[in-house]
């Protein structure tokens, strides 16, 4: 077996998990999304304010399954078939994902700030008209502030005037007064005001920056096999052009 036959073997076996893997994460986002009744069920024991936050996810594993399904169709096909322009396009997707996950990062570690400029406008307005109105906004909201202990994007001013302020008889949610305490609990100004809760923005790029080895070492681990998949699938590309010439 020559060194291109076992590279192509290799490039077919690795885009199949890949395909497998998407339409695996695809069809259960599917299923949380359309039937999340009978995907509670199968929690049992487990609260149903802990399963609904998997429920959360659904559209989320629909997204990524639907990219990793095309980029195993691509790669696999390309590689089978020998097609230059399935393999240039598989090319293409992965350094498009790496490219923006390498911004990404920077943007969110390095100029944290800008990150924030970026993010704050499209934030806030949801935790302005929809927090409190919109069941699934509000979960994963009171998901998140409960899990980082924060309150609002930068605090909790984001809160103030929103539709969630005013139907509550001025109040605030509960984690802005004590990130611990239940979503029903009164949070007044004056108690959001004294209790100092950090806004979940500036809590989620700490907690990264604690975790900042896991962190890196798992976004070292998936950039490899971008690059990985790059170099093999260019590979195969200027080899099919050195044949054609």
Not at 72 to 92: D, I, M, N, P, V
Request: net charge negative.
């Amino acid at each position: 077996m020559g060194c291109f036959t076992f590279i192509k073997v290799m490039m077919i076996l690795f885009n199949v998990f890949i395909f497998l893997g998407g339409g695996t994460l695809l069809g259960v986002g599917i299923w949380v999304s359309v039937d999340s009744n009978s995907f509670l069920k199968i929690f049992g024991t487990v609260s149903a304010s802990a399963a609904l936050q998997f429920v959360n996810v659904g559209y989320f594993l629909i997204a990524i399954g639907s990219l990793l399904v095309i980029l195993g169709f691509l790669g696999c096909c390309g590689a089978q078939r020998e097609s230059k322009c399935l393999l240039l396009t598989f090319f293409s997707i992965i350094l498009i994902i790496f490219i923006a996950e390498v911004a990404g990062a920077v943007v969110a570690l390095v100029y944290s700030s800008l990150a924030e400029t970026i993010l704050g406008p499209l934030l806030k307005p949801v935790l302005q008209n929809e927090y409190g109105s919109n069941p699934d906004v509000t979960k994963i909201w009171n998901s998140t502030m409960e899990n980082l202990h924060c309150c609002g994007f930068n605090n909790y001013t984001d809160f103030s005037n929103s539709t969630f302020y005013n139907n509550n008889h001025q109040q605030y949610p509960s984690y802005c007064c004590n990130s611990t305490s239940s979503a029903n609990s009164v949070c007044t100004q004056q108690g959001a005001m004294n209790s100092h809760v950090s806004g979940c923005f500036s809590q989620l790029i700490y907690l990264i920056r604690q975790n900042a080895a896991i962190v890196g070492g798992v976004a070292a681990g998936i950039c490899a096999l971008e690059l990985a998949a790059m170099v093999v699938s260019m590979y195969l590309y200027c080899h099919l052009d050195k044949e054609i010439h």
